[in-house]
């Protein structure tokens, strides 16, 4: 008869290795290898705080609400992995580019990937809300070349704080979105309204988590873009307001020194408002990297 392989007793001491070894016939290794460090980890956490079971079922419970916190228009998911950094941390590690290009962010959860395209110069305010402003961009390579027809897509939460996804009953559809193209010197432009900064939604269990642990939840003004051209690397990133007192603090991680621009008075179809004038850099695409 067969000899029967020995487990290691599940224990205090050895529970990391006892679910570790019964993965070790597996054929996917690097898989394998993934979850049970991730396992290791969880096992790391439990030791080290010892929850009761009622502790441990909140946490549980946590998980559970924030599932049923996602819809087709609100992803809790990935608002958790944006506040912990984890959005963060795996764009940095995948996105690094030469000094001179533009740095990547995160897209955030209010991202559609439908939004209208628009005429150079028109507006995307539908609801025209707001203190009005003239944005104005170039997008070049490295050596400062403009590329011509790249297409910019642009999205932004209004003069309250508020994207259109979150208030589909007071906003128009894809008010404050728009996607535009470049000309053959590399510019666009179009009207749009100043943001406002705004906290982070506190209505769902992550958002509830995490001030009730005292932690910052402040998103200061900005501008979201993406940016794509044949060719070359697709730029994900903000544009955050100078003038916003909540810079040193962005709840997603998401600013750069270089992502940082002077939104300046200026005058915007007869009425006074602000202007911000932008570049972005791209890098040539490379074996294994998004274009």
Known sequence: M?????????????????????????????????????????HELIKEFRPSQDEWRKVLLFLTEVGHASD????????????????????????????????????????????????????????????????????EDLDGLPITDAEVVTWQANAEGYYENQQPDLQPEHNLRGLFRTDAEG?????????????????????????EAGYPLHRPAHLHFVVRAKGFETITTHIYDSSDPHLGEDALFG??????????????????????????VMVRSRPGRAS
């Open 255 to 280: 600013v750069r020194p270089e992502l940082v621009a002077r939104f300046e008075p200026a005058e915007v179809g007869g009425q006074r408002g602000r202007a911000v004038e932008l570049t972005f």
């Open 72 to 139: 087709e228009r609100r992803q809790e998911w990935v608002l958790l992995s944006d506040l912990i950094g984890a959005s963060a941390l795996v764009e940095e590690i995948n996105s690094r580019r030469p000094k001179g290009a533009t740095p990547n962010t995160i897209r955030g959860p209010f991202y559609r990937d439908n939004a209208p395209e628009r005429a150079a110069g028109s507006s995307i305010s539908i609801d025209g809300k707001g203190e009005p402003l003239a944005v104005s961009a170039r997008v």
């Open 2 to 42: 067969a000899a029967q392989t020995r487990a290691l007793t599940f224990s205090e001491a050895t529970s990391s290795e006892a679910f570790a070894e019964r993965f070790q016939a597996s054929r996917n290794g690097k898989l394998a290898e993934l979850i049970a460090a991730a396992v290791t980890h969880v």
């Open 187 to 211: 510019r666009l432009h179009y009207r749009s309204v100043v943001p406002a900064g705004y906290g982070v939604p506190s209505d769902g269990p992550v958002g509830r988590l995490l001030f």
